[in-house]
């Protein structure tokens, strides 16, 4: 599968981005399909998920729930990460991420995931 991200920019404080996330190769419909954020000198970090994508359960850090918005569209096989009301500690490069045969008690792990998207950057100026 090769993952092909999209809609980072530069915003400002309380602005909405949405960022896109396109497959080829093959259909989401085997995996589990998220988003990974990492700033500058930190590790990449969960965002949010589709756990095992044909499911539509959806899971979020702790730290963007209700702000981020994961969702799915089968037709173009895209999945799509909606953020309101950026953050300057929201500034990071967004990564999207596909695994085969995840288990939802490490669906939050770098490592479960087998595809990489090239990421996408996010610059939030406050």
């Known amino acids: 599968v090769q993952l092909q991200a999209s809609g980072g920019g530069l915003v400002q404080t309380g602005d909405s981005l949405r960022l896109s996330c396109v497959a080829s190769g093959r259909t989401f419909s085997r995996y589990t399909v998220g988003w990974f954020r990492q700033a500058p000198g930190k590790e990449r970090e969960f965002v949010a998920t589709?756990?095992?994508?044909?499911?539509?359960?959806?899971y979020y850090a702790d730290s963007v729930k209700g702000r981020f918005t994961i969702s799915g569209d089968n037709a173009k096989n895209t999945v799509y990460l909606q953020i309101d009301n950026l953050k300057p500690d929201d500034t990071a490069v967004y990564y999207c991420?596909?695994?085969?045969?995840?288990?939802?008690?490490?669906?939050?792990?770098?490592?479960?995931?087998?595809?990489w998207g090239q990421g996408t950057q996010v610059t939030v100026s406050s």
């Open positions: 991420a596909a695994g085969a045969g995840l288990i939802l008690s490490n669906i939050r792990n770098v490592h479960g995931y087998d595809y």
């Open positions: 589709i756990f095992r994508w044909s499911s539509g359960k959806t």
